[in-house]
Each structure stands twice: as structure tokens, then as C-alpha cells.
């Protein structure tokens, strides 16, 4: 179960789409002062972007006497079977949506379906998808984005499939909670 909950914060981190800076290659007597310099500040956006994700300011209400392990940017069942995790994507909602339109799946999952759906006043992206855990049981991942001015609030979920009329409701009642703070 840990894998799968790490599969699920990877992918979330590849489709958030941050660019990426390429290595540069110094030729023999140049030197390498300044290459450096820059490396060092790629790697302090880099640790800056992620703080930023992955701590940032969205409020949820979950139901704590189900998802009871309480990791700061998600929350887990007791036996780490379902989960929600909340982070804040570095771009737009509309540049986010686009991208997941022309990549919808990560390898290992199966895209399930993405829509764009309206509920109580909110445009919410949702992108649900399965994949079979170490144990072969079917495990459902839901990512659901919302817009929050020039960034995007995510929120991603799991779930085994056989359990989804108790998971699913919770889930989305933290989805339509979700705000900054």
C-alpha cells in the first residue's frame, strides 16, 4: 500500500508539468563557476516548488474517525487502505486541464474517464483512474483540481474498488470543502 500511495504523489508531481532545466556539459580549461551557481539555484527552485506543493494552504473537512492518520497534507485510514492528499499545483487550472487532456494516464493505470463537472457553484477537473496493487486488488485513484487563481488545488484520493459506496462520498464532500486559507 505505501508503493501505491508513493505511485500516486509521483504522478501528481509529473502532472503538475513543471519545467525542467537541462544539464550542461563544461568543455576541458572553462571553468565551472558559474554552472555552479546555477545548478545550485535549479536545485533551490526545485526544493522551493516542492515545499510549495506540498505544503500548502488547503482546507479540507474529512471525516476524522475514518481517515484518522493525520500526515499534515493527507490523511489516511488506519489500515492505509484509502487516502486523500491535498496539494497546490504551480499552474492554472485551464494550462493543468489541458495537459491532462493530452496525457490522461500515468504507466501502470488505466484511465477510467476525466470530466469537467460543476457541483454547488464549483468547476471541478476530475480524472479518475484504476491500477492493481502488489496484492492484485483493483485500487481507484481520483484526482480532483479545482481552480485557485494562477495556481490549481488538487486533491487526490484512493480507495480499493470494492469499497467505493463507503470512500466516495467522503471524498467528495472534502472535495467541495476544499479552500484556501
Known amino acids: ?3 501505491f500511495f508513493i505511485i500516486v504523489v509521483l504522478g501528481v508531481i509529473i502532472s503538475c508539468g513543471r519545467d525542467q ?3 550542461t556539459q563544461t568543455l576541458p580549461g572553462v571553468s565551472t563557476q558559474e554552472n555552479s551557481k546555477q545548478d545550485e539555484v535549479s536545485q533551490d527552485d526545485v526544493n522551493s516548488a516542492l515545499s510549495d506543493v506540498f505544503n500548502s494552504e488547503i482546507k479540507i ?3 476524522e474517525t475514518v481517515f484518522v492518520i493525520d500526515n499534515g497534507s493527507n490523511r489516511v485510514t488506519e489500515d492505509m487502505s ?4 491535498t496539494m497546490l499545483a504551480p499552474q492554472p487550472y485551464e494550462k493543468l486541464k489541458e495537459q491532462l487532456k493530452k496525457e490522461p494516464s500515468q504507466e501502470g493505470t488505466t484511465l477510467i474517464g476525466i470530466e469537467e463537472i460543476e457541483r454547488e457553484g464549483k468547476i471541478i477537473l476530475q480524472q ?3 491500477m492493481v496493487d502488489e496484492v492484485g486488488d483493483e485500487m481507484i485513484m481520483i484526482m480532483h483540481a479545482l481552480p485557485a487563481g494562477d495556481k490549481t488545488m488538487m486533491i487526490s484520493s484512493f480507495y480499493p474498488k470494492t469499497e467505493e459506496s463507503k470512500y466516495l462520498p467522503l471524498i467528495e464532500k ?3 470543502s476544499a479552500k484556501l486559507e
Open 21 to 23: 532545466k537541462s544539464k
Open 128 to 130: 479518475k483512474s484504476m
Open 82 to 85: 484509502a487516502g486523500i492528499m
Open 174 to 176: 472534502s472535495v467541495l
Open 1 to 3: 500500500m505505501k508503493n
Open 61 to 63: 473537512e474529512v471525516d
